[in-house]
């Protein structure tokens, strides 16, 4: 087997396993038994303890890396991040684990949208396709028109729609940090968020106790420290193709966890609003194209 291929290899296994890490965060979260404000502070201290010594070693601390524009940029797209996080853990508990994460992969979209505000970036026909697909699939996962609906989880899927935005936005700035090291990002990011929740915690009010502690650190260690460090080594060695398609296992394996540990299935009519999102994103990653109908002359 030559250098290369087993390359693809072994970043092949690190995307598969940060993205089963992130189809086990809403576990960990609500196992957790915190209030997500000080779910996400611990999540960004600990993350931040963890990455300093690996920015170390990279030799990533440089004052090149370290411009005002740049500073602020990794602050403005850490303060979105963070407070992204807060939001889709509120959530949670209000919609199921599943559902929530799939409403939420619908950023591919609104990335498009604030890209072409933002960026004047066009947007061709099969991106409108794909789009309203998805759209078409988020109204029916929130089953607008139902007369059972439930307004309580309208709000959490509401919540969700707004975290997305959130890291949306932040996608769009960190595009312009086009040289600086992408865990360097993530470590000023997680410091930044972290110190900007501060006022807001109540960690001295409701300390986490026994195993909390557990599902707390190991949100900080594994679900953003190691997932980050595993993601973007990931990306250095497979194909944009690739990562689409096994970022997909994050939204399953949520679907699976959501099912197992809390008994949260899916509707049938949530199955193929989901279906729909899913197909849709998977459009715009990799970029298909709609068949278009040719017309025969007599």
Known sequence: MDNRNLSQRIGTIEMIIAMLLSGSIGLFVVKSGQLPINIVFFRCIIAAICLIPICLFY??????????????????????????????????????????????????????????????????????????LAFVGLTIIIGLGNSSFNYNELFGLLLVLTATTLYSISVLITKKLKNT???????????????????????????????????????????????????????????????????????????????????HLLTSTQIIGAFLILFGVLGVKLHWNIPELKRTLP
């Open 59 to 132: 030799g990533y601390f440089q004052k090149k890396y370290f411009g005002l524009k740049e500073v602020l940029l990794m602050i403005a797209s850490g303060l979105l991040i963070v407070f992204n996080w807060v939001l889709l853990f509120a959530a949670f508990p209000k919609t199921s684990i599943s559902l929530a994460t799939i409403v939420y992969h619908v950023n591919p979209f609104i990335i498009l949208f604030f890209g072409a505000i933002a960026f004047h970036e066009k947007i061709n026909k099969n991106d409108i396709f794909w789009t309203i």
């Open 181 to 263: 090291p992408p865990l360097l990002i993530v470590l000023v990011q997680t410091l930044s968020g972290a110190i900007a929740i501060v006022p807001f915690i109540s960690i001295l009010q409701t300390p986490p106790v026994g195993n909390q502690w557990f599902y707390i650190i190991c949100l900080g260690v594994f679900h953003t420290a190691l997932l980050y460090f595993l993601m973007y080594s990931a990306i250095k060695k497979i194909s944009l193709n690739n990562i689409a398609i096994l970022s997909f296992i994050y939204p399953l394996s949520t679907v699976f966890i959501d099912y197992i540990f809390f008994d």
